[in-house]
């Protein structure tokens, strides 16, 4: 069993900066693929972004492309997501999501495709 535990999110000004990281605890040795998804009120579950263990290929969203980054420590089994230029259409509930599995770059933004979640963590982007 993997638990996943985001960091907290928080105000954000539009153009802000903003780190997330995600700590897993369990198993995380056997953890292949980590991503982060997000959830804005009213709309559906949206991937933002994926990262494999080995390779560590990456995989955005095209409206985050440029702005945020993603990262792995996978020593200590953290998950980071680096946010830059942030701007309102981000604020969202951030979610971090792991899978044992490693996915082409074409699978890693399914979210049926990750069998661990975090709890989430708030992001609002607000002047």
């Known amino acids: 069993q993997v638990e996943l535990v985001e960091s907290a999110g928080g105000l954000v000004q539009p153009g802000g900066s903003l780190r997330l990281s995600c700590e897993a605890s369990g198993r995380p040795s056997s953890i292949s693929t980590m991503a982060w998804f997000r959830q804005a009120p009213g709309k559906e579950r949206e991937f933002v972004a994926a990262i494999r263990r080995g390779d560590r290929k990456t995989s955005y969203l095209n409206s985050v492309k440029g702005r945020f980054t993603i990262s792995r420590d996978n020593v200590k089994g953290t998950l980071y997501l680096q946010m830059s230029n942030l701007g309102h259409e981000d604020t969202a509930v951030y979610y971090c999501?792991?899978?044992?599995?490693?996915?082409?770059?074409?699978?890693?933004?399914?979210?049926?495709?990750?069998?661990?979640w975090g709890q989430g963590t708030q992001v609002t982007v607000s002047s």
């Open positions: 999501a792991e899978t044992s599995r490693n996915w082409i770059l074409s699978a890693m933004s399914r979210a049926d495709g990750y069998d661990y």
